[in-house]
């Protein structure tokens, strides 16, 4: 699809530079399906035209997204959004559109002003830092063997994450959650493939119990944090 219309609306008196309104922009209309892969963006000198802004900033914006792979530049084609793969990729490692609008709805119905409790978040990260990191999750599926249970046992002497285990014959919805909700998962090297065709994070980190190639893994599992 082409858009001959205006997509954007840009702010000059925000404290937000122009090129960062415009990238998050495209980016929120990316993650909420607004823009889907292949679609036609503006060009650069129409898009300028439409708000009144110097043609690099355009430039330099959609550059950045094509670095991130979220846009490809062709010639002959114009400037488009990424295949589906790249933009589920991106959608699987930026889940957080809908929760963003959960709390600018929840701002708002509270009277706050919408912008300034985001710029007030910032201003907290600057001044304070990121909040502390939640401990890493493992969990240990149809894991028994005695291989399985010492990781299981220096990982709780040795850290406080959160340990989980559960069996496969448990039911596929509650499978499915818990893979969901660890970073580690530890289990046996049969059944490993099958889990991993589950996930679909590659941050997510499926160890098998067992295997050679996994070594690396299990010994990072026992780092204190």
Known sequence: ME???ALFKIDSDSSLPIHVQIKEQIKLLIGKDLLKPGDIL?????LANQLSINRNTIQS???QLKEDGLLTIQRG???QVASVEKINQFKTQNPYFS???QIMNKADDAGYHVENVLLSGFAYIQLFGQPLKRERRYLFVECKMSSCIFYLD????????EI???????????LMKSLQDA????TRSDIAENLKSYINDDRKKVISVGSTNDVSLLLEMLVPQ
Not at 164 to 174: C, F, P, Q
Not at 183 to 186: A, E, L, T, W
Request: no cysteine; hydrophobic share 30%.
């Open 164 to 174: 989980h285990k559960i069996d496969v014959s448990t039911s596929k919805n509650a």
């Open 3 to 5: 858009y001959s219309r």
């Open 99 to 101: 929760f963003l609008e």
């Open 42 to 46: 503006p060009s650069t000198n129409q």
């Open 154 to 161: 220096e990982i709780k002497r040795m850290t406080s994450a």
């Open 61 to 63: 914006v959609y550059s």
């Open 183 to 186: 970073d580690f998962i530890i």
């Open 77 to 79: 084609k114009g400037t």
